[in-house]
């Protein structure tokens, strides 16, 4: 078990050996619950150490991936075990380093524990296919082969899943991989990838930097990254993209989220308010998929309104680690700042303040970065509140008169990562299925609780067209080669040759 006071002194992980930064700067990562609490002191890496990461993962390449995919699945799958025998641990330092609450921590292991499963079957099922040539005494088929050196920056509010929603796919298809965490949960992200040393995975197939955007962006610009997946906010998925699209290198963007959810007429009102809650307040808001809108009827929205704002009052704000916690810190000083800076523009915009809207500061609170759950009333979608991504636990009911306006309101964001109608008409939610505009959809459940086995991202300014998770997930970390073979001993000549054949 890690002690939960222990500091933990770490380096970079660079073909298999750990390192410091080569210009022997570090940086700290602390508990957002107690900020006095060091968790772990890292190297501030920049292009030096990202040369050398790459150059591992160039090394370690050829032999993983001639290394048969049922062998990559083993190690996989033995990675995943290993984590499902140290959940605790791993969700109790989770909570320590980022600050959500216990149970969704090991949510949050867990959904690594399920990615690491689904993918290890892969390694027996990365078909290809046999395709009927249009000449005779002609073989066609097709194979996956890896992309390269894939390099994986990544955020800070899953900081085990989200991670190994990039890394397992990509070390299945045969790629290796050079790492770089957020700045705010490096811990959690050593942890992944020792657990993947300890699981028999061969040095330098998985490179972790540490470090900010400078090692980010090292890792991009890199030309020996053949391939970049990025989860994080829209403004630093542009200038990733910017940079991917000179070099002409593949980029996969999962982005920010401005979630709806409607609440119709019909609805099962308690299970709406339900889901609101969980929607909105989970992780303490900081999940792309938040329910940051409430898309409400007029017929039902004084008895909704009521009623989540009692519940949301009875929220208990703590650390995470205590049992009777609903909502942890939120992650850094800058972000409660920036959190709070927008419910002081919802109150400039004309917004009613219906809860929160405070830092919390009673007692320990005052020893992190707590927010009181925000509830705005009376919103209009075009507010700012009701537009840009606030990631915190702050929501905003907006009013609708009719199911055209509540489908209306919720596609109007530049994001389109996951909306959600409760109601209890089935021919009205087809009707949504078809009409919101996001990569996913949910009827009678809130924004947030994806599984791995579907495809995860969205539509609009949420990415870039690419999903991760998902059967089809492979076709993200591979590409396809396709492979003729004559055997008929003479030029055969296709769509030219044809015509005789037939
Ligand atoms: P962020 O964009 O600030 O940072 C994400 C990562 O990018 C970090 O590792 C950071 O060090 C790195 N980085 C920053 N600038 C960089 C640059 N110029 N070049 C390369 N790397 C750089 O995001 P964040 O605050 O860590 O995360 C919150 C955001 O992530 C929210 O917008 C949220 O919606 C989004 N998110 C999206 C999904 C999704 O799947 N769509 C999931 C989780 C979080």
């Known amino acids: 078990m890690i002690s939960e006071r222990e500091a933990v002194d770490a380096g970079n992980v660079i073909g298999g050996e750990r390192r410091e930064a080569a210009s022997g700067r570090t940086f700290e990562s602390r508990n957002p619950a107690r900020h006095g609490d060091v968790v772990g002191v890292f190297p501030q890496s920049s292009s030096a150490d990202v040369d050398d990461a790459v150059a591992a993962a160039q090394r370690a390449l ?16 033995t990675a995943a075990t290993i984590m499902e025998q140290r959940k605790e641990e791993l969700a109790r330092l989770m909570t320590r380093e980022m600050g959500k609450v216990l149970t969704e921590a090991r949510g949050d292991v867990q959904e690594a524990i399920d990615m690491g499963k689904f993918i290890a079957g892969e390694g027996r099922r990365a078909f290809g296919e046999t395709v009927p040539s249009e000449l005779r005494n002609k073989w066609a088929m097709t194979m996956r082969q890896p992309l390269g050196v894939i390099g994986c920056v990544t955020p800070w509010n899953f900081p085990i899943a989200i991670p190994s929603w990039k890394i397992f796919p990509a070390i299945m298809a045969g790629n290796t991989v050079v ?22 995975l061969p040095a330098g197939v998985v490179n972790v930097v540490f470090g900010d955007h400078e090692a980010g962006d090292a890792v991009v610009r890199h030309p020996g990254t053949a391939a970049i997946f990025f989860t994080g906010s829209a403004d630093t998925g542009r200038l990733i993209a910017t940079t991917c699209g000179q070099m002409l290198k593949k980029v996969s963007l999962e982005l920010g989220g401005k979630n709806g959810i409607v609440v119709l007429a019909d609805a099962d009102l308690e299970l709406a308010v339900e889901g609101a809650l969980w929607g909105a307040f989970g992780t303490a808001g900081q999940r792309c998929t938040a329910s940051s809108r409430l898309i409400v009827a007029s017929a039902v929205l004084p008895q909704f309104t009521d009623e989540l704002v009692a519940r949301t009052r009875a929220l208990r704000i703590g650390d995470g680690l205590d049992d009777a916690v609903d909502v942890g810190p939120v992650i850094n000083e800058t972000q409660l700042n920036r959190i709070h800076g927008y ?29 009181t759950p925000t509830v705005f009333g009376g919103v209009s979608p075009t507010m700012r509140i009701a537009q840009e991504e606030i990631f915190g636990p702050t929501t905003a009911i907006i009013p609708v008169d009719s199911l055209d306006e509540a489908i209306s309101a919720a596609n109007s964001t530049q994001f389109g990562l996951s909306l959600s109608i409760y109601t209890n008409d089935l021919r009205v939610a087809f009707r949504a299925i078809h009409e919101l505009e996001a990569g996913i959809v949910y009827v009678n459940a809130p924004t947030i609780g994806a599984e791995i086995q579907l495809p995860f991202g969205g539509t609009k300014n949420t990415g870039n067209g690419h999903r991760e998770a998902g059967g089809h997930v492979l076709d993200e970390f591979s590409e396809w080669k396709s492979i003729y073979i004559d055997y008929s001993g003479r030029l055969q000549r296709a769509q030219i040759d044809t015509d005789a054949q037939r």
């Open 343 to 371: 419910t002081e523009i919802g109150v400039d915009e004309g917004a009613t303040l219906l809860t929160g809207g405070e830092m919390a500061r009673d007692g320990d609170l005052a020893e992190g970065f707590f927010y």
């Open 62 to 77: 050829g032999a993983w991936r001639s290394t048969p995919w049922p062998r990559r699945g083993e190690i996989i799958l």
């Open 179 to 200: 790492f770089k965490p957020a700045e705010d949960t490096p811990l959690c992200a050593l942890r992944f990838v020792e657990i993947l040393l300890d699981a028999g």
